[in-house]
């Protein structure tokens, strides 16, 4: 379905993709920069149906013979570059289905829009290629780069194309997403906040069978910590350490967990929680920890992030932090 409305936020690129169809401004080179899950590739395709859709309107009408092409992936006029290898595109590559590619002219219609995914991938050698059509391409074609960061491009290529950046996405957007999908509400809201304003990622997490199941040890941790010795504890980091590749999400979940232990804490009828599901067990977690400690343990979950960003060894993080929430204050 060609429908910018599938794609969640990202308002402000639609609205200028649509303002400079409608204006007849539309430039010969865009960068879409941001994270991979981000609704970049989505968002290179609904601007090229927009271009190369028969009827001209403000969005792509999704049933003339042109946007089911490009629903198919069919369309002679849009062009999608691939490369063989996973870490790198070739000069060779960029050469054939680029610049050789833009020589020709569009089979049907008035455009030729190639979509780049992977930009920063591309060589030297296959970015100045690049360049060279992007510096003096013909009046009817659209270069799209797709990349996690325009500075890995050459400035020449990044002056000579409208930088378009995505922004993170609203919890609300994305719970309705995926709530729209079929996945229950609490775990919609988890998958939400541990995404960062990041769809493509919260889909993952929400139907990943180990996130649950890692939320759930974190929980039973969170409960058993203050009776925990030092073997637990070291078990815990190792564990830790297993199921969050990027520790700063683990963190994420710290910070969560003690947002509703303070909002239930101070809330006779907490509203808005993280983790819902849970409310009863936080809830006694909560009785027995002073409103000290909870600001020692987010101080200390600030300072973890600080030491892991400077390489401090990252077992020896974790067990910082889980000391400081086992901690027994009176």
Known sequence: MLDFQTIPGQNAIKRHFQAAVRSDRVSHAYILEGPA???????????????LCERGGPVPCGTC???????????????????????LIAVGEIREQLSAAAAIRPFSG???????PDAEKMQPGAQNAALKTIEEPPDYAVIILITESAEALLETIRS??????????????IIALLKGKGVPEETARLA??????????????????TFRAVCEANFRMFAELPEAGP????????????SYPDLHRFLDFVRMYMRDLLVILKERKPEGLSFPAEETEILRTARSMPLRRAGRI??????????????VNPGLCLEMLLYTMKGKDT
């Open 160 to 173: 000579r194309c409208v930088i378009l950046k995505t922004r993170p996405v609203p919890d609300s957007e």
């Open 110 to 116: 008035k455009r030729r829009v190639f979509i780049v």
């Open 65 to 87: 013979h042109a946007c089911r092409q490009v629903l198919a992936g069919t369309h002679p006029d849009l062009i999608r570059v691939t490369h063989e290898k996973p870490k």
């Open 37 to 51: 899950g981000m609704g970049r590739n989505a968002l290179a395709v609904m601007f090229a149906g927009l271009l």
């Open 298 to 311: 987010l101080e200390e979950t600030e300072h973890t992030a600080d030491r892991l960003r400077a390489n």
């Open 231 to 242: 073997e637990r504890i070291a078990a815990e980091a190792a564990r830790i350490r297993e």
């Open 192 to 209: 939400a906040g541990f995404a960062r304003g990041n769809p493509g990622q919260a889909e993952e997490m929400a139907a990943s069978e």
